[in-house]
């Protein structure tokens, strides 16, 4: 009278996670695992199916089943009350219940597992024990974590060391080499010993994380200084900024292609705001994904929307609802509810509730969750005017440079936030020269990449373009352009209108998180 196995089996009988809690052999619980899908019949409202000596008891979750192998003298009571708990912990630990989703929290599933059944036998535990005893700290990880920290801190002191080392070698080097604008010699001086010094850092164009260092030669005099040798320039002044000691370790790292910020300058990822935790006790999120292909010359192609409508609940009270929607009038979209989901209900009244009206959606406290999701809808297309932002890229060359002019033309159906246009170039040791642009820019060397920054098109500013010379390159090396922006409108217009409770008393507060975002958007 136990439970056999716990698995997780696709509905084709793909096995993703199987836990095993009485001693069975391999081929064994594969044959048992396999029978399964074959024995499953259609119309069915039970959720168990019994052969001559064992017992499948499953429940479905999306397009997978959760499913208990046990032998038939097994309390089928006691094994259900087993399987809803289970059924409780999956969404908790991967909150994509999807093949990939399983499978790569397959470890955390089969430890929640053994904290739920212990030699076949249910413990009695809630989701919430369950959670706590697999996120007890272990004193061997503690210590595990210390050795490493130890390492990476005398990795870094071993840099440390390196870059002192090289920063001396540089000095020496430099000793004797002749440069500049005409040495200084002193009386009494036998030797002349150049240097660099950092004369000034400016910046260019907007400031969005550029910077150049202009450098001057200075000369010093070895030996004992003459009181016109050791006075400044007329019109210097006093200096303040970096020792001649790091100056000259940066120009050895400037010299090997790196760009050097002096500065900390604000990155576009943190241009994008987090979503403020959550405090209503229903929050619904509609989210459109857009992936879309455009081609150089003009046209669409692939143009993707993908979205969804998911549901989180603070408390368990409020699980007993349902959601009433309204959609826009774009037709070219196709809305499916989710399996739960009762669909009559939603193809009649726009009401998106459960199958059993008993049942209460699924509570969760984290503010970082997916949610449930309860909708799904998609629209494909390849009529140009459907493109939010068109991108136009014209480099011309002439003589050993190329003029490269951009433009882009936002539709007028979206205002469009932390807009980044992302144009890769050839292999520059400088940074190109920007001589007009509607927005800000930044050159990340390291990947040769000029992203294009505008953090709002609205009516006022649809169109824009930035003009850019760099060495003579061919056309494709500014190919493929990459951008990314967000929206607070979608295609499909959806909006939460009420909702329902169906105990009876008030309706809970509700919030409705709206936005567009660019999975892949590019320019080829």
Known sequence: ??????????????????????????????????????????????????????????QPIEALY????????????????????LSKLVPEYSYSLDEEGICRHAFELIFAFDEVISLGHKENVT??????????????????????QSKINETKDVMKRKANEIDKSKIEKNKGDKGG????????????????????????????????????????????PTASAAAPPKGLGMKLGKSQKTNQFLESLKAEGEVILEDVQPRLSQSRTAAPPLTDPVTLSVE??????????????????????????????????????????????????????????????????LKDPNRPFPTGQASDAAGVGLL????????ESMVPLTINCWPSSSGNETYVSIEYEASSMFDLRNV?????????????????????????????????????????????????????????????????????ETFSDLKVTNIIPLKGGNPPKFAQRTQLITENYQVV
């Not at 192998?69 to 009571?77: A, G, R, V």
């Not at 992936?291 to 609940?313: A, M, P």
């Not at 799904?376 to 009529?383: A, I, L, Y």
């Not at 890769?424 to 509607?438: K, Y």
Request: aromatic share 8%; with cysteine; charged share 20%.
């Open 1 to 58: 009278m136990v439970v056999l196995a716990a698995s997780i089996v696709g509905k084709s009988g793909k096995v993703l996670v199987s836990r095993q809690f009485v001693d069975m052999s391999r081929i064994r619980i594969e044959g048992l695992l396999a029978a399964f899908p074959k024995l499953i019949g259609t119309g069915k409202q039970h959720t168990y199916i019994e052969t001559e000596n064992m017992r499948y008891v499953y």
């Open 66 to 85: 959760l499913l208990l192998i046990t032998n038939k003298q097994s309390n089928i009571l006691e094994d259900l009350d087993t399987l809803r708990l």
């Open 127 to 148: 989701v919430a024990q369950v959670k706590q005893y697999c996120e007890m700290e272990s004193h061997e990880e503690k210590l595990h974590k210390l050795v490493m």
């Open 181 to 224: 604008f005409g040495p200084l010699t002193s009386m009494g001086s036998g030797r002349i010993e150049n240097s660099f010094s950092d004369m000034s850092i400016s910046s260019t164009g907007t400031g969005f994380g550029l910077s150049t260092d202009v450098d001057s030669f200075s000369t010093k005099p070895k030996g004992r």
């Open 288 to 353: 459109e994904k857009l992936n879309v292909t455009l081609k150089r010359d003009g046209g669409v192609g692939s143009f993707d929307v993908q979205g969804t409508l998911s549901l989180q609940i603070l408390n368990q009270e409020d699980g007993h609802i349902q959601v009433q929607v309204q959609t826009g009038d774009n037709q070219a979209i196709s809305f499916k509810t989710h399996p739960n989901m009762n669909k009559e209900l939603f193809a009649h009244d726009y009401i998106l509730g």
């Open 376 to 383: 799904k809808w998609r629209m494909q297309s390849t009529d």
């Open 420 to 488: 980044v246009i992302s144009v890769p170039l050839p292999a520059l040791r400088e940074a190109p020269n920007v001589s007009q642009i509607d927005g800000e820019w930044r050159y990340d060397s390291r990947n040769s990449i000029l992203e294009w920054s505008v953090l709002l098109i609205d009516n006022s500013n649809r169109s824009g373009s930035m003009e850019f010379v760099v060495p003579q390159a061919d056309s494709s090396a500014f190919f493929p352009i990459s951008v990314r922006f967000a929206a607070t």
